[in-house]
């Protein structure tokens, strides 16, 4: 299993109030991303960072914002939750390529949120 | 825009049978890679191929990749309960090498059956 963690993995919450879902990996990977999955469904790229200082919107727009401070931690905000942000969230990190081998993704176990 | 398109959406075989899924995409890729969740869980990843392979295996993994089709088949053999999760397709086709993150299809749910 790759270390990296996401937090909470569950939280249901009121419309309106701020949120912040927390991923940490510890192997050092350069690369983190945001996925959003609805239930039964495909995951769709919401936010990615190539490093420190580095964030990239994804194909699927969002109202949430992302930061990377440091490499181990990249914190995904909305600043006000409404029902249609109801869904999981899944963190993943890759590390550099390798000779120019792709490397694969690591997730974590996702947090599914519920708005009220 | 969606991607890869798993084929079947669920499938359900008893235990000791081989299993396939497919998946088609649309554009040219650098890769395409298979990942299974757990009920609950993150992704795995399972196995990756790149666009100038046509066939790879890992244990009881087989994967074969038509890039003239743009389709991509995972076959599984000897099928275990334990294999009873959901399986993704994932494409690789940005410029960064996959690090623009990579498009997933809907996924195939296995059911393996005791």
């Known amino acids: 299993e790759a270390d990296i963690y996401q937090t909470p993995r569950y939280l249901v919450i009121g419309t309106g109030k701020k949120i912040t879902l927390e991923c940490s990996q510890t192997m050092g990977h350069d690369k983190m991303y945001w996925y959003q999955q609805d239930p039964g469904m495909e995951l769709h790229l919401i936010h990615y960072?190539?490093?420190?200082?580095?964030?990239e919107k994804g194909d699927l727009s969002s109202e949430s914002t992302v930061s990377r401070i440091r490499t181990e931690h990249f914190p995904l905000t909305l600043e006000s939750a409404r029902p249609s942000h109801t869904s999981q969230y899944l963190c993943a990190s890759s590390p550099p390529s390798a000779g120019g081998e792709p490397q694969p993704q690591h997730f974590g176990d996702g947090t599914r949120l519920s708005i009220l | 825009s969606q991607q890869g398109e798993e084929d079947p959406q669920a499938l359900s075989i008893q235990e000791g049978e081989n299993a396939t899924m497919n998946c088609s995409y649309k554009?040219?890729?650098?890769?395409l890679q298979w990942y299974r969740q757990n009920s609950g869980r993150g992704l795995v990843h399972l196995i990756l191929?790149?666009?100038?392979?046509r066939e790879k295996h890992s244990g009881r993994l087989r994967v074969t990749l038509d890039t003239s089709k743009k389709s991509s088949s995972l076959l599984i053999t000897a099928s275990r309960a334990a294999d009873t999760a959901s399986y993704f397709c994932?494409?690789?086709?940005?410029?960064?090498?996959?690090?623009?993150?990579?498009?997933f299809g809907k996924g195939t749910h296995l059911i393996i059956q005791p």
């Open positions: 994932a494409t690789d086709d940005g410029p960064g090498g996959g690090a623009d993150g990579l498009t």
């Open positions: 960072s190539y490093g420190v200082n580095s964030t």
């Open positions: 191929i790149r666009s100038n392979e």
């Open positions: 554009t040219s890729i650098n890769n």
